[in-house]
């Protein structure tokens, strides 16, 4: 909802639960005064005089005591007496770098617009754009807010307009910046590597700047483009919390600063570290876009996040489909399988009750190891003793889906398509390109690069009848540099690459619109809102051990839906950790996610397959519940309750047993108290299940795992 307060000085805008308010100062200068729990009142301009002015600031058009360094700018220039970091920095033709952005004009519309070759949320909303211009440099400003009213979601954009006579460089710019007048917070981030990608990390908030950045060409394993401010005290049902998420999967930067008057501004956006963007005459620059979040307690914040990307980001026709139980041959085969391996574990994952079959690397030209053939995507029909299509077709004949995995964006020096293109690398000329993974990155920034992998990947789809892409990405961006480009846009480099992979995705995805794609960057490289615009699951970790997969589940599930989450049981001892972990544990701990199987399953004794066998049976039962449910976090577990809370399923996991304790019990979140639920072979009541719990089990083994379903009794005791 959009209020125009004070003679449209002042704009309040609402969600069910959250408000924002801007505010024109008579100067010209959009200040954001207020996010938070909704408000209703209809005049705020007492914010503004109630700052007090602190000493050795600037005044601001020379009106003594104006200091701009003290307002909450809703988009800071540089340039001005606000000496804080700025939103954005623009560079001229004449070497200035200064920009006064004052407000010109506002704009309202029902309807959101796709942002031009960038993934965008989009849905019923309402969108108020405050124009902001320079006169002086005719240069125009555009801030673009989504008010998803019925989500409590606002998402910002920025949009560039260049209508002077002369190219501006844009050195830096952010999606949005959100400015605060208290530094009481703490500052959560999701931080990790591979194998250990999206740790929950809390960090002190002090004076000086806290920055989390990519310059890898991906967002990366080691950080998520997200950032948090929370009260000191927040728990999962307590505290405020103030959260972006960006809408991007390359190099980005969220940051927060504390200035020398505890007033916090935190930002996130494009990454302007080896950035730079020529912007000529008449043409417009479009940024990614920032999802802003407030929640009360980490549970709401996580439910908004997981409805938001749920019915406004991740593809339509996938987001309420039940995904497949698969079987991966990768960690069972390696490189080293030929077309009676692959069929041995297709007939008994047949049999186990398993839907889709996935190919992973090593099917396509030479490919018997890291070091050939990525970017020859012919199937090595040698190696699978006949060809690919009829293979595809006996996996359809099993009554299984038929996957196939890639890695697009890479080529190997040894392949024919570098013979043919050594230039369509990322490069720089007389320096020796590094490798990584003994593979190169494509140039996607190049047309004729993304036309060879739209062509090339649609082919095998379209030839071979494939159900679902692996789609990988196995190293980052090194040596930044583009035949392609001229000098001066060099540095344009890794955003074009993002804009030419999402040109790709989007024709891919459009021309296959049932074809499932899971996206996959050594594991969870690249999780983030960007790419679930295209892959409706993404490969949570190389690391499948049961225990390593409890935190990166955990921190993966703060934003994105279960159901984006790719889970595999895998084998023991595990292949990342060396752990032995029960079956039963490994299962439950899958299903908290899109359940498949990544170990031999023809070494398995029959005990095994049987239980294999009666967890997918199981899982099937409930996936609806991960698929569309609402999730709680619990203590060492976690639950997934149907809309209409009449069913539930419940997980927990003890990772150490101990001596000489007595039994725990477990609360459970999100049921309703009234009703009665039947669990086990006994009925009790949700007040009971939340505030007095579940028993636990005395574990006598380490990793010990309990999953319970509990569904709603009708008319119980009426
Ligand atoms: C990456 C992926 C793995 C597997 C291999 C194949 O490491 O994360 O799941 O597909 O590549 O080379």
New binding site residues.
């Given amino acids: 909802m959009i209020n125009i307060l004070e003679n449209e000085k002042t704009f309040l805008l609402s969600t069910k639960e959250t408000s924002m308010i801007f505010h024109v100062l008579e100067s010209g200068h959009l200040v954001e005064l207020y996010y938070g729990d909704r408000i209703e009142d209809n005049a705020f301009s007492y914010i503004i005089k109630d700052l007090k002015h602190a000493s050795y600031l600037s005044d601001t058009d020379g009106i003594e005591g104006f200091k701009l360094e003290q307002m909450p700018l809703a988009y800071p220039a540089y340039g001005n007496p606000d000496l804080r970091t700025p939103a954005f920095m623009f560079e001229y033709d004449d070497g200035s770098r200064i920009t006064d952005l004052r407000f010109d004009h506002y704009t309202c519309s029902k309807e959101k617009k796709k942002i031009k070759g960038l993934p965008t949320t989009l849905g019923p909303c309402e969108v108020i754009t405050f124009v902001l211009t320079d006169q002086i440099r005719d240069l125009q400003v555009s801030l673009n807010i989504s008010i998803f009213e019925q989500w409590d979601v606002f998402t910002q954009s920025v949009e560039v307009s260049n209508k002077s006579a002369s190219t501006i460089k844009i050195n830096s710019i952010t999606s949005a910046c959100l400015s605060l007048l208290e530094d009481n917070f703490q500052i959560v981030s999701l931080t990790g590597a591979w194998g250990r990608e999206r740790m929950i990390r809390n960090s002190s908030l002090t004076q000086g700047r806290f920055l989390i950045d990519s310059k890898r060409g991906a967002t990366g394993h080691g950080q998520s483009p997200f950032i948090a401010l929370t009260d000191q005290n927040v728990t999962e049902d307590h505290g405020r919390i103030y959260a972006m998420n960006l809408v991007y999967s390359g190099n980005f930067k969220c940051e927060v600063e504390v200035d020398m008057h505890q007033n916090v501004r935190m930002m996130c956006g494009l990454n302007d570290f080896d950035f730079e963007w020529s912007l000529a005459t008449q043409e417009t620059f479009m940024t990614p876009e920032a999802v802003l979040v407030y929640a009360r307690g980490y549970t709401q914040m996580t439910h908004r996040f997981h409805d938001f990307y749920r019915d406004c980001l991740i593809p339509r026709s996938f987001v309420h489909q039940e995904r497949p139980v698969l079987i991966n041959n990768?960690e069972a085969t390696y490189f080293d399988f030929d077309g009676e391996k692959l069929r041995h574990i297709a007939s008994e994952a047949a049999n186990l009750g398993i839907e889709l079959f996935v190919l992973?690397?090593g099917w396509y030209g030479q490919r018997n190891d890291i070091y050939t053939s990525l970017g020859d995507w012919q199937p090595n029909e040698k190696k699978l003793g006949q060809p690919l299509k009829q293979f595809v077709q006996e996996i359809h004949q099993q009554g299984m889906k038929f996957g196939l995995?890639f890695e697009p964006e890479m080529v190997s020096p040894q392949s024919q398509l570098f013979k043919q293109h050594p230039d369509w690398i990322i490069r720089v000329p007389f320096h020796k390109p590094q490798l990584a993974r003994h593979q190169y990155v494509l140039d996607l920034s190049r047309e004729e690069v993304q036309a060879f992998i739209i062509e090339s990947i649609s082919t095998i789809i379209r030839d071979h009848q494939v159900d679902y892409v692996?789609w990988?990405m196995?190293r980052n961006i090194t040596d930044s540099g583009s035949f392609f480009l001229d000098h001066k846009h060099q540095k344009e480099l890794p955003h074009r690459y993002m804009l030419g992979l999402y040109h790709v995705l989007d024709v891919l995805t459009a021309t296959f619109p049932n074809v499932l794609f899971e996206g996959?960057a050594?594991?969870g490289g690249r999780f983030d809102p960007g790419m679930l615009k295209y892959f409706p699951q993404i490969?949570t970790s190389?690391d499948t051990d049961a225990i390593e997969r409890l935190s990166i589940q955990k921190g993966t599930s703060l934003l994105y839906p279960c159901a984006t989450m790719g889970a595999h049981v895998s084998a023991v001892p595990n292949h990342q950790m060396g752990r032995i972990t029960p079956l039963k544990t490994r299962g439950v701990v899958a299903m908290m996610g899109d359940l498949g199987y990544e170990l031999d399953i023809t070494q398995l004794s029959k005990k095994q397959k049987d239980e294999i066998k009666q967890q997918i049976r199981f899982y099937k039962s409930i996936r609806h519940l991960i698929t569309d449910g609402d999730y709680y976090r619990l203590e060492n577990g976690w639950m997934f309750v149907s809309r209409d809370q009449k069913e539930a399923l419940v997980s927990h996991v003890q990772i150490l047993s101990q001596p000489n304790t007595v039994p725990k019990r477990l609360h459970l979140k999100g049921l309703d108290a009234a009703s009665f639920y039947q669990i086990d072979n006994t009925i009790i009541s949700g007040s009971a299940l939340m505030h007095i719990g579940l028993a636990l089990d005395q574990a006598k083994e380490d990793f010990h795992a309990q999953q319970w379903v509990i569904r709603k009794v009708e008319n119980y005791g009426d």
């Fill in positions: 990768w992973d690397d995995w692996k990988d196995n996959c050594g594991g490969w190389d």
